[in-house]
Each structure stands twice: as C-alpha cells, then as structure tokens.
C-alpha cells in the first residue's frame, strides 16, 4: 500500500472508541509502512472537533494533549500549497457534488496528487467514486 491521503473522520475515529472501526483500525496499522498526505486545513479541522469533545465532556483536557501528541508520531504530511490556488477547484468538487468546502479539500488532494482516499465518511466516499478517485480499502490491499 502506497501513500493516501487521510480526511478526518479517519483519524478522529483513532481518539473516540464510539467512532472506531475496524477500517479505522486498519488506515492506523497502514501507516506503520507508508504515510499519508492532509490538507492544511486538517490540523485546525482536527482541533475544533476536540475542542467541541472537550465542551461536551467527551474528552479530558490532558485526553487531548495525549491524543495529539500521538497524531505528531504518526507520519501525516500536512500540505503547504497556496489554498487560493487550490479553492477555485474545492470550491467546483464542493458545488457539483454537495460536500462541504472541508470534505471537498481532501477530495481535490487525492484528485490532484492521484492517491487513493481513506475516509468514514459517505458523502465523500460517494463523491470520489463518482469523480474516479479510488477509496482505501486496507483489507483488500493486503
């Protein structure tokens, strides 16, 4: 299994035991041997969501330093490319397919950079079958 790119839904599934899976645990096993690639809103996408858990009692504060310092071991590239530059296509896969701007980043990444997209998420799934953009399947990469 080569490099992919990686959405959220993925990886906060790795924080919250309601939210794991075994296609959850697989991606997280996957990176023992390869990487994978985010866009640069992942970071701040990743922490909104913990910080919601944290208002709701989801997750204790020191939960959240423990979590992210785990996130900084694992080998995830976060993109830098000029996001103005990368908008008017999100923007386009965003309308066409009726994602959100955020779900459509990573939609683009994978288009862009031709690697294959894991993700929880069906609305996205959904959109990159239809666009040709190949969704991980761990299980079946074995």
Not at 15 to 26: G, K, L
Not at 35 to 59: D, K, M, T
Not at 83 to 93: M, N
């Amino acid at each position: 299994m080569g490099p992919f790119v990686l959405d959220a839904s993925v990886t906060l599934s790795w924080c919250f035991a309601d939210e794991a899976s075994q296609y959850s645990r697989d991606i997280l096993s996957a990176l023992r041997t390869t990487y994978a690639v985010v866009p640069a809103l992942w970071p701040f996408e990743i922490a909104n969501s913990l910080a919601i858990a944290a208002r709701q009692g989801r997750i204790p504060g020191d939960g959240i330093a423990e979590f992210l310092e785990s996130l900084r071991e694992l080998p995830i590239q976060v993109e830098r490319r000029e996001s103005l530059w990368i908008c008017q296509e999100v923007v386009r896969l965003s309308h066409s397919h009726g994602l959100s701007a955020y779900d459509a980043a990573y939609l683009e990444l994978a288009k862009r950079e031709g690697l294959a997209l894991a993700t929880l998420d069906r609305e996205l799934s959904e959109a990159s079958e239809k666009i040709g953009v190949p969704l991980l399947r761990p299980e079946k990469d074995r």
